[in-house]
């Protein structure tokens, strides 16, 4: 059973263009984090949310931490090849934490 | 900025043979975690470890699987007779104090790939 739902699975745009991408559960999470993994590379932390309704900005990057703490979405606005990269969303519960399958951005010069 | 190293980098083994992937996390941290990710696949959680013992395990960590910190810096992962569905890329992670909300530390991987 998949405990963290991401979609779109893949995604390709045009340099430029803004996107969501979202992370959903039917669980609670203490927090919620976001991860960037390059390949042959670990995951690397963009940001943890932890408060419902939660909003982070990095940059062209904003976090949302759905007010349930079940979802969460990362959107990017007017997108550059360097964003592209695995996006991980990552649910904390108790001690450990779970990753969803990850989102593919690709993006086009 | 201190880093979570891991050792080898690409691992290479035949069928049945055991194996140790190595992991130096960071000096003051005290969680530590294994993942594997198979190609194109999802990172799984395998591990987590505090206070010289496990603290939770996934259904991936049979009894093939092992941890040990054999001293105050390494981390290490032993699956003792490979299987081709171990082939994978194995991570270690570590964090610090302060909850499990702080950001756990990646290491680049092993690549293991078995024959």
């Known amino acids: 059973t998949q405990l963290l739902e991401q979609s779109p699975q893949f995604l390709s745009i045009q340099e430029g263009e803004n996107l969501t991408v979202y992370c959903n559960s039917s669980?609670?999470?203490?927090?919620l984090q976001w991860y960037r993994q390059e390949p042959g590379e670990g995951p690397v932390l963009l940001v943890t949310?932890?408060?419902?309704?939660e909003v982070k900005k990095l940059k062209r990057l904003t976090f949302q931490f759905g007010d349930a703490r079940k979802d969460s979405s990362l959107h990017i606005t007017a997108a550059q090849p360097g964003d592209t990269g695995l996006y991980l969303c990552?649910?904390?519960?108790?001690?450990?934490?779970?990753f969803g399958a990850g989102t593919r951005l690709t993006v086009k010069p | 900025e201190p880093e979570v190293t891991q050792t080898p980098s690409h691992q290479v083994t035949q069928m049945g043979q055991e194996v140790i992937l190595r992991c130096v996390p960071i000096?003051?941290?005290?969680?530590f975690y294994w993942y594997r990710q198979i190609l194109g696949q999802k990172v799984e959680f395998l591990v987590s470890?505090?206070?010289?013992?496990?603290?939770?395990k996934s259904e991936i960590f049979d009894d093939q699987f092992s941890v040990e910190r054999p001293d105050g810096s390494n981390f290490t992962l032993k699956i003792r007779s490979t299987k081709l569905e171990d082939s994978a890329m194995y991570f270690c992670?570590?964090?610090?104090?302060?909850?499990?909300?702080?950001?756990?530390?990646f290491g680049d991987g092993t690549r293991l790939s078995i024959l």
């Open positions: 992670a570590s964090r610090g104090t302060g909850g499990s909300d702080q950001p756990q530390h």
């Open positions: 669980s609670v999470f203490s927090s």
């Open positions: 949310v932890v408060t419902g309704g």
């Open positions: 990552a649910g904390v519960q108790r001690r450990d934490m779970r």
């Open positions: 000096s003051n941290h005290l969680y």
């Open positions: 470890f505090y206070n010289n013992e496990i603290s939770e």
